[in-house]
């Protein structure tokens, strides 16, 4: 099995927050769309035959293409590879975008998940981070994707928002536990060098959180998500049984995957490549026959501290097994030795063949990770 990923740069605006690659070049819009058709083919045996079982549109803002442009995307990659019976086909969407009109018409096309960036749902929060929706609008969005008769969406908030208060953050999460998303993705904003936010803090328009309170609500949304039924298979990424995103999970669990467009990354087991995170030279380059990229052998080492630093991540985290017929008696005796140490802190635990982060261990996985990191 193997994912595609499709990159959407196109934004109606940047948010304030944002160093993902981006553009409001709207009028190369059509031209991107037939650079993607057109890498789509070229690589078409880049993941060997595999069968794709997850297709992600991530971006940018995959919803400001037309449907047309959706479609002959679509039409393509299932033209091409090697399409699983079942699929998980994701777009990722502004609230803003999913009118009923809109909906309607994605319906025809083979997406069957909505990813949508709600952020917070304090209209005064979504202002300085410079999201073009509302509280009400990400309401209605959802409202709007059930009436259509989506029944697998995922919403992504923030938590440690400039001078937010815990009473806020729970006042967030009641919110979205009320829509009933399947899927909850929850992110520490991170202050990014460049960004316009970055340059508010310089300022000092506002207060960034400081780390008692980021564990604070860290601590508030794990509760609060489990009190609502929510299984947390990943340190930020919360689902209802049966609805973890299978995609995401595959970039956990070392299964291959495509990255066409602008700035995508693949991932085939033994390398990753990454294009070019320009527009214009990505499109000059695919009309050239002569794709614009960077690639990187990984050792052996790098394989290794690769699948700590994800698989760790998650609820299940490493099996060992797999561990032991993946990896060399060097380094799993070296992840052995440091896991002892994290054991007897409390901060993993070993369990049915699997070595995962405790309760403890979450609130701290960077520094628990990095233990078994191999230098």
């Known amino acids: 099995?193997?994912?595609?990923?499709?990159?959407?740069?196109?934004?109606?605006?940047?948010c304030n927050y944002c160093a993902f690659y981006s553009t409001t070049l709207y009028n190369i819009k059509e031209e991107y769309v037939n650079a993607l058709c057109k890498e789509l083919l070229m690589r078409k045996d880049y993941v060997a035959g595999d069968v794709i079982s997850t297709i992600y549109f991530g971006g940018g803002t995959p919803s400001t293409l037309t449907i047309e442009q959706l479609e002959r995307v679509c039409s393509t990659i299932y033209s091409t590879y090697p399409i699983a019976e079942n699929p998980e086909v994701t777009i990722e969407c502004n609230p803003d975008d999913l009118t009923p009109e809109y909906l309607e018409r994605l319906k025809e096309l083979?997406?069957?998940?909505i990813s949508m960036g709600v952020q917070s749902f304090n209209n005064i929060q979504l202002k300085r981070l410079g999201r073009r929706h509302t509280a009400e609008g990400a309401h209605l969005a959802v409202a709007n994707a059930r009436a259509a008769g989506y029944n697998n969406i995922s919403i992504d908030l923030m938590f440690a928002l400039p001078d937010s208060t815990l009473l806020e953050w729970q006042h967030d999460l009641e919110s979205a536990i009320a829509l009933k998303p399947d899927h909850l993705s929850a992110y520490n904003l991170m202050y990014e060098e460049g960004t316009p936010l970055y340059r508010a803090l310089q300022r000092g328009d506002f207060n960034e959180l400081g780390e008692d309170e980021n564990v604070k609500q860290f601590g508030i949304l794990i509760e609060a998500m489990k009190g609502a039924g929510y299984r947390h298979y990943e340190i930020s990424n919360f689902a209802l049984p049966g609805k973890e995103s299978r995609h995401n999970s595959s970039y956990w669990n070392d299964t291959p995957y495509i990255g066409c467009g602008a700035a995508a990354h693949s991932y085939n087991g033994?390398?990753?490549?990454w294009n070019i995170a320009d527009i214009k030279t990505y499109i000059e380059g695919i009309n050239g026959e002569k794709r614009n990229f960077e690639i990187e052998h990984l050792t052996e080492e790098e394989r290794y501290n690769d699948?700590?630093?994800?698989?760790?991540?998650?609820?299940?985290?490493?099996?060992l097994i797999w561990m032991k017929d993946k990896f060399s008696d060097k380094l799993n005796a070296y992840m052995l030795r440091a896991a002892e140490k994290e054991i007897a802190l409390g901060n993993l635990?070993?369990?049915?063949?699997?070595?995962?982060?405790?309760?403890?261990?979450?609130?701290?996985?960077?520094?628990?990770?990095?233990?078994?990191?191999?230098?």
């Open 307 to 319: 699948t700590i630093l994800t698989r760790l991540r998650t609820a299940d985290g490493i099996p």
């Open 270 to 273: 033994t390398s990753r490549e």
């Open 110 to 113: 083979p997406f069957n998940r």
């Open 349 to 375: 635990k070993e369990e049915n063949g699997h070595l995962s982060l405790t309760e403890k261990g979450i609130f701290i996985s960077d520094a628990v990770i990095r233990e078994l990191i191999y230098v």
């Open 1 to 14: 099995m193997a994912g595609i990923y499709i990159h959407i740069p196109f934004c109606k605006q940047r």
